[in-house]
């Protein structure tokens, strides 16, 4: 299938079954952002789920986090973000297009490096979209500026946070001092960050507002190649393993080092193959040394150093894997997306329509179950709804009384619930039902007092 073809149609989807709605849709739209709709929100709910289990309740070594997305201006002096975090923009002086000066270059098979803002050798002079006249490249903040109080003025700006990370850093003495924990140790957090990025776009893999979910694991320099390695594997592991991505599609790319940033002495990104761009980015795991906490102490005045077995004081070296819940959403739902030529249900309405199956692992699936009475009335209708109640109470369900349990099946695979109980006039007299499984569409009849214990073994 095309590349485009199979985005269209998954954004088609998407909005035809509840996962992403435009934002502000009735008025035409915000460019590039999203919400999520009803199977949307259960399933990045899932993502973000997954993530912290791993990520810190199964973890001795890690805690959580819920810090504030505005902080205090200092952080981003501190941080370096007002001063560097810039992407170079270029404009086009005939139809107004924006461009990134970086991605342009990369067009033409150079490699950026942007860093002084002179015109690089091989940057195109003209738009590619209309062959009008593009502007030098000039430096572009990506944080975006609110103001804090009823003035409008220099002394009340702030900003929306860009990472999730440096909440994390401003309260690590906060954590250890009430915490206690002893390195090497990590501080976790989901939340959202805001970038205003020159030139967002492919759904929701590039957007303005998005969800992070980041670790910072603080331990001895001595130990920090260590912990990268093990962070590095980890976390690829976890597309594979838990989210249960296609690892074909996925690989480890490591930064050469003149792609490093200043601070960090490693990193590596977790990739996914899509279909719009190729190899791109789901996480970045960094080496960045003691640079946070340092700047941090310094525009403080605090102490965050710590003290070794020797009585020596010395910053911690962090690492960082940092990465996106939107774009693992994305990736999820992108991996899942399976057509099936004409059609695997044989009733006749079926019959060679293309079906979609959304392959989702059953652990993020948005619905687990989906309970369907083969007719809706009450003789039915009763013991269905008496087991959906019951299954709800434990499992995301739905209940679905209206059309054939052809066209029923189908809008279930279409949505990936793993599972469908069907329940048919034989179930008065047995106290059976059919559970029928998504991917192999085996039908089995299990009685309605084990259905509990079968969806535990199987969910
Ligand atoms: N603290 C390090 C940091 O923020 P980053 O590579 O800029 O590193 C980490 O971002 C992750 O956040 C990315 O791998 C990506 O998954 C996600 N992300 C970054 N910018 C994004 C955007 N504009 N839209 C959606 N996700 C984004």
């Given at each position: 299938?095309p590349?485009?073809?199979?985005?269209?149609?998954?954004v088609?989807?998407?909005k035809?079954?509840?996962?992403l709605?435009?934002?502000?849709?009735?008025?035409?739209?915000?460019?590039s952002?999203?919400d999520?709709?009803?199977l949307?929100?259960?399933l990045?709910?899932?993502v973000?789920?997954?993530?912290?289990?791993?990520?810190?309740?199964?973890?001795?070594?890690?805690v959580?986090?819920?810090?504030?997305?505005l902080?205090?201006p200092?952080?981003w002096?501190?941080?370096g973000?007002?001063?560097?975090?810039?992407?170079?923009?270029?404009?086009?002086k005939?139809?107004?297009r924006?461009?990134?000066a970086?991605?342009l270059?990369?067009?033409?098979?150079?490699?950026?490096?942007?860093?002084?803002?002179?015109?690089?050798?091989?940057l195109?002079?003209?738009c590619?979209?209309?062959?009008g006249e593009?502007?030098?490249?000039?430096?572009?903040?990506?944080?975006f500026?609110?103001?804090?109080?009823?003035?409008?003025?220099?002394?009340?700006?702030?900003?929306l946070?860009p990472?999730?990370?440096?909440?994390?850093?401003?309260?690590?003495?906060?954590?250890?001092?009430?915490?206690?924990?002893?390195?090497?140790?990590?501080?976790?957090?989901?939340g959202?960050?805001?970038?205003?990025?020159?030139t967002?776009g492919?759904?929701?893999?590039?957007?303005?507002?998005?969800?992070?979910?980041?670790c910072?694991?603080?331990?001895?320099?001595?130990e920090?190649?260590?912990?990268?390695?093990?962070?590095?594997q980890?976390r690829?592991?976890?597309?594979?393993?838990v989210?249960?991505?296609?690892?074909?599609k996925?690989?480890?790319?490591?930064?050469?080092?003149d792609?490093?940033?200043?601070?960090?002495k490693?990193?590596?990104?977790?990739?996914?193959q899509?279909?719009?761009s190729?190899?791109s980015?789901l996480?970045g795991?960094?080496?960045?040394?003691?640079?946070?906490?340092?700047?941090?102490?310094?525009?403080?005045g605090?102490?965050?150093?710590v003290?070794?077995?020797?009585g020596k004081?010395?910053t911690p070296?962090?690492?960082?894997p940092?990465?996106g819940a939107?774009?693992?959403?994305?990736t999820?739902l992108v991996?899942?997306y399976?057509?099936?030529e004409?059609?695997?249900?044989?009733?006749t309405?079926?019959?060679?329509?293309?079906?979609?199956?959304?392959r989702f692992?059953?652990?993020?699936?948005?619905?687990?179950?989906?309970?369907l009475?083969?007719?809706?009335k009450?003789t039915?209708a009763?013991?269905a709804?008496?087991?959906?109640?019951?299954?709800?109470?434990?499992w995301t369900?739905?209940?679905?009384?209206?059309?054939?349990?052809?066209?029923?099946?189908?809008r279930?695979?279409?949505?990936?619930t793993p599972?469908?109980?069907?329940?048919?006039?034989?179930?008065?007299?047995?106290?059976?039902?059919?559970v029928r499984?998504r991917?192999?569409?085996?039908?089995e009849?299990?009685?309605?007092?084990?259905?509990?214990?079968?969806?535990?073994?199987?969910l």
């Open positions: 299938m590349t485009n073809d199979l985005m269209e149609k998954l088609s989807l998407c035809r079954r509840g996962f709605f435009p934002s502000s849709e009735i008025y035409g739209g915000l460019n952002f999203y999520y709709g009803p949307g929100v259960e990045k709910n899932n973000k789920r997954l993530w912290w289990q791993s990520m810190v309740q199964r973890r001795d070594d890690v959580g986090l819920d810090a504030a997305i902080m205090h200092k952080v002096e501190a941080s973000h007002l001063q560097n975090f810039t992407d170079p923009l270029v404009d086009c005939q139809c107004k924006r461009f990134r970086d991605h270059l990369e067009a033409t098979g150079s490699k950026p490096d942007l860093g002084t803002m002179k015109t690089p050798a091989g195109p002079k003209v590619p979209e209309c062959g593009l502007t030098e490249p000039r430096r572009f903040n990506l944080m500026k609110t103001f804090m109080g009823p003035l409008e003025e220099a002394s009340s700006v702030v900003y946070r990472e999730t990370a440096q909440g994390i850093f401003v309260n690590f003495k906060n954590v250890r001092d009430t915490m206690r924990p002893k390195l090497p140790f990590g501080i976790a957090q989901i959202k960050a805001f970038r205003n990025e020159i967002p492919n759904f929701i893999f590039r957007t303005r507002e998005f969800e992070q979910m980041e910072e694991y603080f331990c001895h320099p001595r920090a190649d260590r912990w990268y390695d093990y962070w590095r980890e690829f592991n976890w597309y594979v393993d989210l249960g991505i296609n690892k074909k996925l690989r480890l790319r490591d930064h050469k080092r792609e490093l940033a200043h601070y960090a490693a990193c590596a990104d977790v990739e996914y899509f279909p719009f190729g190899w980015e996480e795991i960094a080496n960045r040394q003691d640079f946070d906490l340092k700047q941090h102490a310094t525009f403080s605090q102490d965050l150093e003290t070794d077995e020797a004081k010395f070296y962090v690492i960082e940092s990465a939107d774009r693992a959403t994305l999820v991996d899942a399976t057509e099936v004409g059609g695997r249900t044989t009733t309405e079926s019959n060679k329509e293309l079906e979609v199956v959304m692992d059953k652990k993020v699936a948005p619905i687990k179950v989906a309970v009475p083969l007719s809706k009450e039915l009763r013991p709804r008496e087991i959906f109640d019951a299954l709800r109470s434990r369900c739905t209940y679905d009384e209206v059309a054939s349990i052809g066209r029923r099946y189908r279930q695979d279409e949505i990936g599972y469908c109980v069907t329940v048919d006039f034989e179930t008065l007299e047995d106290k059976k039902v059919t499984a991917d192999s569409m085996k039908q009849r299990i009685g309605i007092e084990e259905l509990e214990d079968y969806f535990k073994d199987n």
